[in-house]
């Protein structure tokens, strides 16, 4: 698995949290996996050791000198470390500003995961995650295409996020080595733009998305960012597969990071977790008796914020209270900070990212809310379900394949309005507290651990070797 990030050592996002986590779940279903991933300024290498001492990456002329690492893992995880490249404050960027030589620093990743293909972990697929690895299936077609190393081996490229595309001046292509046959309609051209998305989805013997709705709704002018026709081209090689929950880490009966433990046969920790959220966030007392809602997102015009805001005013006026964790675009975070200036004592907001309170969140809120535009799988709606934290969301993507009448609560139209008449449902809904607890206890029950999606991925690496 080739990807720019991998929890515990380098997040982000939900990304992180499945190439964490699958690798392990396809090891029990008989596979053998090793990750790729940058080594960033923020991974510690005191307890990695170091695997491969010199791999020289070569873009045109010039010379690049990377070194490979092994962390310890239940599983090989190869960090590739160049520290003018990837020893720096953030990931891609920084104050909301990606980094100028984005496209050098992962072309070299993607050459130097194939040297680590090549020398450390012979590979049959190369399983590549987002637009950050879209130039190894590009290589492997054009640079690659005859080695010998690379015979037989075949490429499954993932979309996680269609809305993050790489995109760069058709000028970078001799920086990054790539053959100019690529810059095509039909290959990586993107609108005089070269995309390195594209080079996944033009050039992988595979596609996939994180949820079934996805795969279907990125064939559309409306969720497909432009990239539409290229996905429906292929629509015989994309599936989509749902992303599974990390149960060891998400469970309210063992969380290590909340107060108290409860479970669907006992309740009553759930309102302890309540009490200390509530302290948490300085909210009065009678919080406790009133529907609490719960948000941990990147905040983004993706995930419904615009929307949000529209309506938080008469959230509050009818007596509903909300706290936020998140960090993301600006203006998003603005729109946050406003709205808790706006009604202090019922809406709170914690700016930044913090592991602890967002577990505490998803323990502690009756309610979680996802309003989001579009939604490739959605992670946090699954971990409520099992924390007995009661789904709103927007009928979009994996949000709409895993919530369900019973155990949440969706609307479809993206506004305002309607987002407001599902909160208002869940509300009435929460003023029976029999009818509530079992609604809960029907959404702690669900099982979407990576079992059953391992065993897709699984069937899909066989199919691919098997020539589909």
Known sequence: MVSSEAAPLAKTGGLADVVGSLPAALRACGDEVAVVIPRYGSVDLKSARRVYDSLPVFLGPTRYVTSIYQAPAEFPCFLVDCPPLYGRKGF??????????????????ARAALGVAR?????????????QTGLVPAYLQTTFSSDPTFLGVQTLFTIHNLGYQGLFPRTVLPEVALDPAVYKPDGMEFFGHLSYIKGGIAFATAL?????TYAREIQTPEYGFGMDGALRARAADLTGILNGADYGVWSPEA????????????????????????????????????????????FTRQKGTDILAEVAGQMVAEGIYLVALGTGDPEYEEFFRGMAAEHPGQI?????FDNRLAHLIEGGADMFLMPSRYEPCGLNQ???????????????GGLDDTIEEGTGF????YS???????????????GNQDLWREMMVRGMQKDFSWKASAAAYSALYRRLLGGL
């Not at 020398?119 to 637009?131: G, I, K, M, N, S």
């Not at 969706?410 to 139209?413: M, S, V």
């Open 92 to 109: 891609y960027g920084e104050s909301g500003v990606d980094y100028p030589d984005n496209h050098i620093r992962f072309a070299v990743f």
């Open 119 to 131: 020398f450390l972990f012979r590979a049959q697929v190369l399983h590549c995650h987002d637009w």
């Open 208 to 212: 996939n998305t994180v949820s079934p």
């Open 255 to 298: 969380d290590a990071l909340l107060p108290a433990h409860y479970s669907a046969a006992d309740l009553a920790g759930k309102r302890v977790v309540k009490q200390h959220l509530v302290a948490e966030f300085g909210l009065p007392e009678e919080a406790m008796d009133r529907p609490l809602i719960g948000i941990v997102s990147r």
């Open 348 to 352: 709170a907001v914690r700016v930044g």
């Open 382 to 396: 699954i971990y409520s379900l099992r924390y007995g934290t009661v789904p709103v969301v927007r009928a979009t």
């Open 410 to 413: 969706k609307f479809r139209e």
């Open 416 to 430: 305002g309005a309607a987002l407001l008449g599902a909160v208002r449902e869940a509300a009435r809904a929460f």
